[in-house]
Each structure stands twice: as structure tokens, then as C-alpha cells.
């Protein structure tokens, strides 16, 4: 017998009488004509007006059918004894697929444990084998084949990926569902591991068991490495207890080009410089000596083409004067002695001249006044912006608020009026992020930014903030608008509400600013390096820390009676096939009927 | 139409008073004039005498020429009656089918009335028959004065009766007619079509000519019927359901072929066909009679 997860849309089968009471209470009296020439009219008439009431009561029929498919689709009905296979009790085997599984041995441990674990999962189990690094994949579903999940192991590699233990507990917890089970994690226990911000736990009553896979003792990474002029500058960091000597080597094509010895002190980090004659295009490679470690950071790839330079447009109120975008013009053109932006300031009539090919173009946009933009230049923001475009917006005092809307395309909510909080300074949400990144050494600090005047955001739907004033206002938020990337300073830059662009952090914010945009992705590469680097940390937690750190789910029975029944109608998705035969029978009543008339 | 021959339209007539004054409106203004039968007959205009021939009628013979000249001589009158028609008109209960403002049996009667008068004017003796599955009413034909009002009285009575049998009477009335004359048939037609041809057929044997004046409704011709219903015949009350939308074709075209089959056969066996539609004029119907009179006479 099926059931139905919405049984109250069953009641809407009552609309199925309409139709047969239409049928049975407003048949139309059948007209008698006296006609004399009767004799001329053929017999088969008759047939055809038995014919027709079949055709009728065809009809009636497929419009009854029509409705009450429509009332069981809504009623989302499903069968629950087609649940006893899959209500087995079901071992999930999580494998650790990321960087830190890279050293010598490491995954021959991993592959060992498995395949005890799978060995050890009761007969009465189905098993089913997850891989994980970043994401999390199901691998083997629940399955009986134990050999199944063995030589699936063996395809399994680790790679450059991180860890992210949440996002694989969150994934067994699917496999699992309503039914008993257990949850086998293979993993080194990174500590990184429970970094990332992602959600994911286990229900109550699903039991754990850990197989620790032991760290290297210690471990080398290039954590960066970009190309000055004719020399390479790299960074080496040493995540062992132990101090390291090794050569910091420049390869180019396999050919050894410059050679460093460093000596790194424990869990500290060297800046190399290697100088070479370096090609003007294609790539080289930094490289460490580190056999006993995570081998997937031991290298980093440069780009040796000089970066073209990206296209900045900076839209101000008046270009003229201390309030056009001088500032910000300026500071950007000290990046790679100019050559790394193009910058081309308009005021808000002129920036509506830009041309749409033109604007695709730019790889960032600022915008510092609105007040004199018309609906063209607008018009225009907004359409790059909404196809990909990155922009800063600088709240200041040349922004029309009652435009603002229309200039980003979205909902921007601010204060009536500014704040006045003389002598605010900058704080960074994540000294890691790209922006902010200059400023993790002790000269380079935001302290010193004074802001007198900013405005105060009422909604943070939607916004991340990367910065705030010291009172707790968001300085600096990031967003997503369409396909494009908005940050929003709620002051300015312009030297009107802050001295902001007098101080020395300025330019090297402006610059990480339009570098930030021009990289053009809402998951930057510095955060990807900072997942790496984190994952080239071998420290690791315990057991226990690692058993204490997950977080567990409610599950009660009404509860998993309700999940299991929504999961077995998802599975059978029975209520598409009411649709369509719904569908079907509309059509066909729809022939019918106009083949009646 | 303007002037008298609008009287010729069957609505309008139907809406004048008695019968009579409906048959003179009718006629009024189409006749042109009569013409005087070359038959000669018993009458009271003496015309000429002739020389006895054997056969005559004794009592033709003109007693006083003889004792004069010894000769056998006979009078000749001119007949006042020139011809002698027999009206026979339907009254099935088909006949009471209307679609419009009038009915079959009132067009009929209307035709009828019209030629009776028509032929009252031109001195023809004419009789009157209605029939249904049998005869009737039978006036016998006459040239008396008050014949004609007699006639139209009846007409004016007439009421349709029970289902069409036209070759019972047609053959009864051919086997009763003695002299050559006119036979009017004023009928729908809707019996088997080989009874009413045979029957018909037995008034040519004789001598006697025939038109016929076929009466159908439009509603016959054209079948416009459009949404289902029961179909009852008139005269047998047999059911037929039928959706119009399907039977049309099939139906105008028996209709046409039974309308082509009396005008066939009926020109084959020298007898004049006019099919009139009730909503037609009346002169239509005059004219055809007139045509075949010219023809008789």
C-alpha cells in the first residue's frame, strides 16, 4: 500500500466529483426535431451517437483520472516496502584524500587501513567508501561487495587538495540517512583539517571510529614564489621542530638555473632570492629537497611572462581637484612602475561614454562619486558589474544614496547619515586575505589609517566583512552581484572623510585592492594559498580531539521516520510519474474532445 | 417585389384573410388573357352544324334541318369549358412541416387556390382532391359559378391527415377520369418514388396530362441543422439520431438524387415537373401551369 508524505492534498481528489456530477446533472436534453424527410438519413448516425456517448464517458473518465493523478502527485506518495534494502545498518569508510597524505608511505598506510577496516565492517553492514579532501565523493555506495570498496581503494590517490573534515562528515551523514550505522574515518588528523568554514556533523547514535595515519615529523613548503625583474623571490617555511637545511633550487625545463642553501629554524620561513638569466616567457619551478614530507608542496610554479597590464576605470564626481580620484590614481601607478594598470579616470558624464567593449575590458572598476553619473554611465556599471565585472565602491560623500541602487544593482542600505567617529582605524576580519596580506608585518599595520567620517550599513545579507572600524562598523565588505564580485569602504578615498589616502598603508591597500579584483575570482588564489599552506602544516590533533570536535545531530524516531519517508519518495519519485500521466491523459482528453466536436 | 406581384410572395399571402381573397391576389395581375378553345363541346353557344357522321350522339342531331333538307346535320356549341383539371393536392401529415412562416400544406393550398382561381377565370372546369394515405376530400370538377368558392372553402379546411400513399389515389382517379384533361399534383412526394411514378404513368396511358408541382420546405434542401438531436419522421414517428455535421452530405445528396430521379423520370414520361421551395414566390408555380395549359390546349 503506498503512503504519502502530503496526504492532506489527497482531499483535493474531491474535485474529481465535478466533473461526473457536470456530467450526471447538466446533460442537455436531447432535441427531438419532427422532420419529414427522414427517410433520407442514414442509419449509421445511430452508431455514431453510441459512439459518442462513449466518447463521453471516455472523456468524463479521463478528466476524473486527470484530477485525482493530480491530488496523489501532490500527495507525494511512496512505497515504504521498497525501504528494506536500503534500511540495512551501513558502514561509511572515509578516506583522506589531501595534500598531507602526499609523504613517502603515507597512502600505502592509508590503503592498509582500509582494507582492515573494511575486513573488520559486521557481515549484517552494507558498506560504502567516501573520499575527501576540499569535497567530499561517494565513492563506493552502499554496497555488500566488500571487494568492490577494496579495489576502489586502490584507485584512490591523494592530492593537492585540503582538508576538510566537516564537509566529509556531512557527506557520510547523507550515505547514512535514517538507518543505523557507522562512520570510519582514515585520515592524519590534520589540525587544518577543521579550518574552513563549511558545516557538517553526524547524527546522534552513529558511531565513530578513527584509523590515524602518523604525520611526517616535519615538513618543507614553497609557499610562494613570483618573479622580480630578473630574479625569482621564493619563500620557504619549515613546519618541522627541527631546524632545516636545504637548497632552494630554480629549475627551468628539469635544467637547474640558480641554486640557495637556506637554513630554516624551526617552524619558521625564509624568503630566498634566486637570480638567474630568466627567459621572457614560460615557466619556472621552485623547488625544496624534502624526501620525507608532504611532496606536493615542495615546488611552486612561476609564471615568467610579464603580466599585461590590467585596465582599471576609476568613475568620480569631478575629476578635477583633490576629490577626482588623485589618490587612488596615483597609488595605483606606483604598482610595477606603472605597468601593471592601465588607469583611466571619468567623471560620472564621461563614463558614459565608455563603450560596452570597452568596459568588458576593464578588470576592475572603482567607483568614488555617483553624483554626477546619468542613467547611461548607470546603466553601465551595473551591466558589468552583473556579467562578471569587479568593483569598489567608496561610500564617501560624492555618492548619490538615492542612486545607489541603480548603479550596483542590488540593495545597498546605509545609515540616513554618516558617522562621525574621529580617529577610527582599520581592523582586518582576516589578516590572511588577499587584501590585507601586506599588511601582516608589524610596518605595514592598518593602525595607522585614521577615518573620521564613514557610513554604517544596516544589512549584512549577503556580505562578507573583511575589515571593520574600531566601534565595530564594516569598513570593508565583499559580495557577490550576478556573476560579478562588489566590495564596498564605507568611507572614502579621496582625503575628504579620512586621511586615509595620506598614510602610508594606502597605496599598498589600493594596489592588493585592485589586484584582488583584477584576479577576478570570488575564491581568490590567496585563498587557495592559504588552504595550502595550512595543509602543508603537518600538526596534528588526537583522537579524542578529533572524536570531541564533531558535531552531533538530533535524530529522533519521528524524525527519521519523516527523513526516511522523504528520502524514499525522492528515490521513487513517484509523484513525476503521476504528473505525466496527468499530462498524459490531458492529452488525450484533449483529442478525444476535439475529435467529439 | 412591388406593386401585385408581391402578393406572390407565400409569406406575404399568409398573412392575407380568406383563401379566396388570397387566390385572386395571387392571380391578379398575372394573367395576361385567355385563350378560346378550338375544342368544340356541348354547350349552350351554338357554333355550326355539321353532316351526321355514324357514331354521333342522336341527340345531337338537329331534327328540324332534317325535316328541311332531308339531311342529317348536327349541332355544334362552343364549349364555355375549355378544359378540365383536376387539382390534387397532399395533406400528409409531412405536409404540416415548416420551417418558416408557412407550411408546406398552407403553400400547397395556396398554389392550389391560386390555380383554381386561374382556372375559374379562364371558364376550365376543375375538381379538387386531397388526399392523404386516401382520398380525402373529392370535389368533382365543374365551370359553375360557385364552384370555385366551393373549392377554395375546402381548401381553406383542409387539415393534414395520417402518412402519404400518392399512387392509391392516383390510381383510382385515372380509372374515374373519362374525358382528356389537365391532372395538377401538388405534393411533397415523399412516398417510394416507383408507386407515385406508376401512378402517375397511368394518367398518361389515359390520354390526360399531369404536372406536378413538387413542395419541399428549405430546411429539406438544405439540412442546416447543426447540433445533435433525434430526428422524429412525421408520418411514421420513427427516430433517427443523428449530428448533422455527419449526415449532411450524405443526406442533401439522396435529397438530390430523389429530386433528379422525378425530374427524370417524369420528363421521360412526358409529365411536367416543378419543384417549388415554400419560401419561393407562387408565380413560379402559376407559370408552370400555364406553360403545360398552352401545351394541353
Known sequence: ????????????????????????????????????????????????????????????????????????????????????????????????????????????????????????????????????????????????????????????????????????????????????????????????????????????????????????????????????????????????????????????????????????????????????????????????????????????????????????????????????????????????????????????????????????????????????????????????????????????????????????GTRVAFDADPVRMPGATLIASDARHPIFRPFLSPSGALGDVQVEQHRRLTDQDGRVVLARFTGGDAALTEQAVGKGRLLIFTSDLDNQWSRFPLSPSFVPFAVETARYLASGSLDPGGAADRTSAGESNPAATSVAEFTNAIERTSRTAEQGHAIEARELEKQQNWWQVGVVMMLIALAVEALVGRRAT | MAGAARYLDPAIVARLGTIDLKARTIVEGFLTGLHRSPYKGFSVEFAEYRQYLPGDDLATLDWKVFARSDKHFVKKYEEDTNLTCHLLIDVSRSMGYASGPISKLQYASFLTGALAYLMHRQRDAFGLIAFDDGISTMLPASARAGHLRTVLHALEKLETGAGTNVAKPLNDLAAAIRKRGMVVLVSDLLDDPASVLDGLKHFRYRGTDVIVFHIVDPYELKFPFEHAARFRDMETDEEVMALPGAVRDDYLHAMQHRIEHYRRELRLAGIDYCLLETSQPLELGLMSYLMTRRKVL
Do not use: C
Not at chain 1, 587501513?113 to 555506495?141: E, G, K, W
Not at chain 1, 562528515?169 to 540517512?177: H, K, N, Q, T
Not at chain 1, 634566486?274 to 606536493?296: I, K
Not at chain 1, 553619473?373 to 553601465?380: K, S
Open chain 1, 1 to 408: 500500500m503506498p503512503s504519502f508524505l502530503s496526504p492532506l492534498f489527497l482531499v483535493g481528489a474531491i474535485a474529481a466529483a465535478v466533473p461526473i456530477l457536470l456530467h450526471l446533472f447538466h446533460r442537455k436534453t436531447e432535441v427531438v426535431i419532427d422532420f419529414p424527410a427522414v427517410s433520407l438519413l442514414k442509419r449509421v448516425p445511430v452508431q455514431q451517437h453510441r459512439r459518442r456517448q462513449l466518447r463521453e464517458l471516455i472523456l468524463l473518465a479521463l478528466r476524473v483520472v486527470a484530477l485525482v493523478l493530480l491530488a496523489l502527485s501532490f500527495a507525494r506518495p511512496y512505497f515504504p516496502g521498497a525501504a528494506a534494502p536500503a534500511s540495512l545498518p551501513v558502514t561509511v569508510i572515509a578516506v583522506d584524500t589531501s595534500l598531507s597524505l602526499t609523504a613517502p608511505g603515507q597512502f600505502d598506510r592509508v590503503r592498509d587501513a582500509v582494507a582492515r577496516a573494511v575486513s573488520a565492517v559486521p557481515a549484517s553492514h552494507a558498506i560504502s567508501l567516501i573520499s575527501f579532501s576540499d569535497a567530499a565523493t561517494v565513492v563506493v555506495a552502499p554496497t555488500s561487495d566488500r571487494a568492490a570498496v577494496t579495489s576502489s581503494v586502490e584507485a584512490l590517490a591523494p592530492g593537492a587538495g585540503g582538508t576538510r573534515f566537516r564537509t566529509a562528515l556531512a557527506r557520510a551523514s547523507e550515505v547514512i540517512g535514517t538507518r543505523a550505522g557507522r562512520v570510519v574515518i582514515v585520515t592524519d588528523l590534520q589540525q587544518s583539517g577543521w579550518d574552513a568554514n563549511d558545516d557538517g556533523g553526524l547524527p546522534d547514535g552513529v558511531d565513530v571510529e578513527v584509523l590515524a595515519i602518523a604525520p611526517p615529523a616535519g615538513n618543507l613548503a614553497v609557499t610562494s614564489a613570483e618573479r622580480r625583474d630578473r630574479r625569482i623571490a621564493a619563500s620557504v617555511q619549515n613546519y618541522g621542530t627541527l631546524e632545516v637545511k636545504t637548497p632552494v633550487r630554480l629549475l627551468i625545463a628539469g635544467q637547474e638555473l640558480a641554486r640557495v642553501d637556506v637554513t630554516i629554524a624551526p617552524l619558521g620561513a625564509a624568503d630566498v632570492e634566486l637570480a638567474a638569466p630568466l627567459p621572457a616567457s614560460g615557466t619556472a619551478e621552485v623547488r625544496v629537497d624534502d624526501p620525507a614530507g608532504y611532496q606536493a608542496d615542495n615546488g611552486r610554479a612561476v609564471a615568467l611572462d610579464p603580466a599585461p597590464s590590467a585596465r582599471v576605470g576609476i568613475v568620480v564626481t569631478d575629476p578635477t581637484g583633490a576629490i577626482g580620484g588623485l589618490y587612488l590614481e596615483r597609488a595605483l601607478a606606483v604598482a610595477a612602475s606603472g605597468r601593471e594598470f592601465d588607469i583611466d579616470v571619468r567623471d560620472g558624464r564621461e563614463a558614459g561614454n565608455w563603450t560596452r567593449a570597452e568596459v568588458s575590458q576593464m578588470a576592475a572598476m572603482f567607483v568614488l562619486g555617483t553624483r554626477s553619473l546619468e542613467r547611461g554611465g548607470r546603466d553601465l556599471i551595473r551591466t558589468y558589474l552583473n556579467e562578471g565585472g569587479q568593483v569598489l565602491l567608496a561610500a564617501g560623500p560624492d555618492v548619490d544614496m538615492g542612486t545607489l541602487g541603480e548603479v550596483v
